[in-house]
Each structure stands twice: as C-alpha cells, then as structure tokens.
C-alpha cells in the first residue's frame, strides 16, 4: 500500500520560501508521476505541480510558474516542492499525490497524503 507522507509546512510572511517534502514508500514509482495539490478554505482542490518520477519531467499551474520548482530524489523516495516568492493567496493545505502516468488524479490508482498547512502572512 502505498503511503505518502508530507512535511515542511508552516507560516511564513509574504515574499518569503518554504520547502515541501514527501516521503513516499509502499512500492516502486518507476512508471508514475508525484504531483502537489492545494485546497484553500471554501475552495476545491487545485493541481500546483507534477513530476515524472521516471524521466523528470515538470508540469507546473500557471499561477505558481516561476515561483514554485517540483523535484524528486529517487535514492530517498521524496519529492519536494520549493516555494519561493510566496503571496498570502497561495494559502492553503498541500497535498502529495501519485498516479500511474496516463491515469487520472481522480482514480482509485491515485494515492494521496493528508496534507501539510501553508499559510503566508501579508
């Protein structure tokens, strides 16, 4: 079974960085893609970035481009999310998740963590 594991959250000013971990474990990722989500209060969930554990190759939001850089290590079995430039908009629970490449977010082969709370102060 696969577990996913985030860490790195906090409150942080306007302007300012944080880094986001996942620790992922239960089976092997070759053939998959880790991705980072985030849910606001009274918002639905929204896509923030992905990576192809294989190749590594990056996807990211248009509203955290330039900001925000994706990055796994496969010797550690993590993923991390850089943040950089942060606005008090990108407030929000972060989530970890993993999918077959080619599969939905949305199906029951995707794996999800239980979220890490962001919150930058203006």
């Known amino acids: 079974q696969v577990q996913l594991v985030e860490s790195g959250g906090g409150l942080v000013q306007a302007g300012g960085s944080l880094r986001l971990s996942c620790a992922a474990s239960?089976?092997?990722?070759?053939?998959?893609?880790m991705g980072w989500f985030r849910q606001a209060p009274g918002k639905e969930r929204e896509f923030v970035a992905s990576?192809?554990?294989?190749?590594?190759?990056?996807n990211y939001a248009d509203s955290v481009k330039g900001r925000f850089a994706i990055s796994r290590d496969k010797t550690k079995n993590t993923v991390y999310l850089q943040m950089n430039t942060l606005k008090p908009e990108d407030t929000a629970v972060y989530y970890c998740?993993?999918?077959?490449?080619?599969?939905?977010?949305?199906?029951?082969?995707?794996?999800w963590g239980q979220g890490t709370q962001v919150t930058v102060s203006s």
């Open positions: 998740a993993v999918t077959l490449f080619g599969s939905s977010w949305s199906s029951t082969i995707a794996s």
């Open positions: 239960g089976r092997t990722f070759s053939g998959y893609v």
């Open positions: 990576i192809t554990w294989n190749n590594g190759r990056t």
